[in-house]
């Protein structure tokens, strides 16, 4: 079993930054992608962003490109998201995900954190 921990959510003004973090661990074997996907209020889960161990292909949904920016660190089994330029319409619960899959859709992934927090005021 694989269990992930996010880290990093909170409040932040209009254009700032913030850095998400998420660690794995237990049956770290388990996946080859490693992704973000947030869920607002009211609105299905997107996939915000993923990254494949194998070749480490990124995707970015459009409403981030240019602005977020996925890394992984193999050798500690974790996965960053650096958000700059934030704004209100990213405000949202973050996930962590895992997977063998990997994709933009959460049907790629297994593994689930338990999400963290996002505002951002305008």
């Known amino acids: 079993q694989l269990q992930l921990m996010e880290s990093g959510g909170g409040l932040v003004r209009n254009g700032g930054s913030l850095r998400l973090s998420c660690t794995a661990s237990?049956?770290?074997?388990?996946?080859?992608?490693l992704a973000w996907f947030r869920q607002a209020p009211g609105q299905e889960r997107e996939g915000v962003s993923c990254i494949r161990g194998s070749d480490n292909t990124t995707y970015y949904a459009e409403s981030v490109m240019g602005r977020f920016t996925i890394s992984r660190d193999n050798a500690n089994n974790a996965v960053y998201l650096q958000m700059n330029s934030l704004k209100p319409a990213d405000t949202a619960v973050y996930y962590c995900a895992a997977g063998l899959v990997g994709g933009n859709s959460p049907s790629g992934y297994s593994y689930w954190g338990q999400g963290t927090q996002v505002t951002v005021s305008s």
């Open positions: 237990g049956s770290t074997l388990d996946f080859d992608s």
